[in-house]
C-alpha cells in the first residue's frame, strides 16, 4: 500500500526555471514531511522539511507547500541549476520514515 | 559536517551466509535506523533503534535480521542467513530527537550470488 505517491517518476526542466515536484499521501494522521534528495550511489540527502501546523516553508531555492485538506505537497526549486539533477523523494515520518518511490529531475541546459 | 559512515561500501556473499554491515552514527544522535532499496524499487523501513532497543521493525524484519549497538559507536546490522532476494541497497540513519529529521549513512550494496 503506497501511503506517499509521487505519480510523476521523472521531470525535465530547463536551467533556471521552475522545477516543481509533486506528491500526496493517503493517511491523515501525518504530520511531518520531508523531501530527500539522492544522487546515484549515495544515501538521501535531507533537503526541507515541513510540519502539519504550517502551509510553507522555505530555505533558499527550496519552498515547500503543505495542502493538508488535498492531502497534497509539492516541492519548489527554483531557480534550477545543473547540480539539482538527482532523484527525490517525498516522506513522511511517523519516527520511521515512509518514502514515496521517487521522481528523477533532470535540469537542462 | 559529521557524517553517518557505513562499512563496508560493497559486500559480495553466498546465499545462506551470515553478514554484518555496520554503521557508524553522527555522535549526538539518540535514535538509529535502517532501511533498504531494493534494485528500482522504493526505500524501505527495516528497523528503529532507540534506547539501546528495537522500537518498530517491518514485516521484512524477520528472525533472520537482528541489530546491536555493541559499544556505543557502532550500529550493526546481521542477516543470520541470505537469500538472494536480500541483495539491496542498505542504509543507515539517525536522528538527535524524536522531532527531527534523519540522516542517512552512504548505503552498503549488498549482493548475494
Known amino acids: 500500500d503506497q501511503q506517499v505517491k509521487q505519480n510523476s517518476p521523472s521531470l525535465s526542466v530547463q536551467e533556471g526555471r521552475i522545477s516543481i515536484l509533486n506528491c500526496d499521501y493517503t493517511?491523515?494522521?501525518?504530520?511531518?514531511f520531508l523531501w530527500y534528495k539522492k544522487y546515484p550511489a549515495e544515501g538521501p540527502t535531507f533537503l526541507i522539511s515541513?510540519?502539519?501546523?504550517?502551509d510553507k516553508n522555505e530555505d533558499g531555492r527550496f519552498t515547500v507547500f503543505l495542502n493538508k485538506s488535498a492531502k497534497h505537497l509539492s516541492l519548489h526549486i527554483v531557480p534550477s541549476q545543473p547540480g539539482d539533477s538527482a532523484v527525490y523523494f517525498c516522506?513522511?515520518?511517523?519516527?520511521?520514515?515512509?518514502f514515496g518511490k521517487g521522481t528523477r529531475l533532470h535540469i537542462l541546459p | 559536517e559529521p557524517e553517518v559512515t557505513q562499512t563496508p561500501s560493497h559486500q559480495v556473499t553466498q546465499m545462506g551466509q551470515e553478514v554484518i554491515l555496520r554503521c557508524v552514527p553522527i555522535?549526538?544522535?539518540?535514535?538509529f535506523y535502517w532501511y533498504r532499496q531494493i534494485l528500482g524499487q522504493k526505500v524501505e523501513f527495516l528497523v528503529s533503534?532507540?534506547?539501546?532497543?528495537?522500537?518498530?521493525k517491518s514485516e521484512i524484519f524477520d528472525d533472520q535480521f537482528s541489530v546491536e549497538r555493541p559499544d556505543g559507536s557502532n550500529f550493526t546490522l546481521k542477516i543470520r542467513s541470505t537469500k538472494l532476494e536480500d541483495s539491496a541497497m542498505y542504509f543507515c540513519a539517525g536522528k538527535e530527537g524524536r522531532n527531527y529529521e534523519q540522516y542517512f549513512g552512504p548505503g552498503t550494496r549488498l549482493t548475494v550470488t
Open positions: 555522535s549526538n544522535h539518540l535514535y
Open positions: 493517511n491523515s494522521m501525518f504530520d511531518y
Open positions: 515541513i510540519s502539519s501546523i504550517k
Open positions: 516522506a513522511a515520518s511517523e519516527d520511521k520514515i515512509i
Open positions: 533503534f532507540y534506547n539501546n532497543e528495537i522500537s518498530e
